[in-house]
């Protein structure tokens, strides 16, 4: 693993995969819910304020909804990818299945935290918003999001791996 390049940009440790978690779900929750909300409410500073107070609310939703689609991500990777496919390809893939898990979740519970109360009318709208947010979703994560996360990676892993090698 080691000599495989990539293994610079991935976490190696529980603590790096929360501090990944943390630089993609900041990114995310902060670029994600405006957006979609200004195409639901209209581009306005009182919009943009709303969504900012609801982050507080959303923020923690997508962290657990990171944790709870992990597993099932993984697995509808492996079941895409093959043994021998390049790391783009498989990130690319993981991204993909995990944004459309994430997204189907978000998609009715965002709606919720957004309205400010428990209703049927995020599922009725579901199918109307669900492509949409996808979307979004999608291009934040693989333009945005995981390639400054990862870059965060390299950089951390350049400078703790070459405090090993002074001190060896």
């Given at each position: 693993?080691?000599?495989?390049?990539?293994?610079?940009?991935?976490?190696?440790?529980?603590?790096?995969?929360?501090?990944?978690?943390?630089?993609?779900?900041?990114?995310?929750?902060?670029?994600?819910?405006?957006?979609?909300?200004?195409?639901?409410?209209?581009?306005?500073?009182?919009?943009?304020?709303?969504?900012?107070?609801?982050?507080?609310?959303?923020?923690?939703c997508?962290?657990?909804?990171?944790?709870?689609?992990?597993?099932?991500?993984?697995?509808?990777?492996?079941?895409i990818?093959?043994q021998?496919?390049?790391?783009?390809?498989?990130?690319?893939?993981?991204?993909?299945?995990?944004?459309?898990?994430?997204?189907i979740?978000?998609?009715?519970?965002?709606?919720?935290?957004?309205?400010?109360?428990?209703?049927?009318?995020?599922?009725?709208?579901?199918?109307?918003?669900?492509?949409?947010?996808?979307?979004?979703?999608?291009?934040v994560?693989?333009?945005?999001?995981?390639p400054?996360?990862r870059?965060?990676?390299?950089?951390?892993?350049?400078?703790?791996?070459?405090?090993k090698?002074?001190?060896?």
């Amino acid at each position: 693993m080691e000599n495989n390049p990539f293994y610079m940009r991935l976490p190696r440790n529980g603590k790096e995969f929360v501090l990944f978690m943390v630089v993609i779900s900041v990114i995310s929750v902060n670029i994600i819910a405006p957006v979609i909300t200004f195409y639901e409410a209209g581009i306005s500073w009182e919009v943009y304020t709303g969504v900012l107070r609801k982050l507080v609310l959303i923020w923690p939703c997508v962290v657990a909804t990171v944790l709870i689609t992990y597993r099932p991500a993984g697995f509808l990777t492996s079941r895409i990818t093959q043994q021998g496919d390049g790391f783009r390809s498989c990130i690319t893939i993981n991204i993909l299945c995990t944004v459309f898990l994430m997204s189907i979740i978000l998609t009715i519970v965002g709606a919720m935290i957004g309205n400010g109360c428990i209703s049927s009318e995020p599922f009725e709208m579901f199918f109307y918003r669900w492509p949409r947010n996808f979307g979004i979703s999608l291009g934040v994560e693989l333009l945005i999001a995981q390639p400054i996360a990862r870059e965060v990676l390299h950089r951390l892993h350049l400078r703790t791996d070459s405090g090993k090698t002074q001190a060896a």
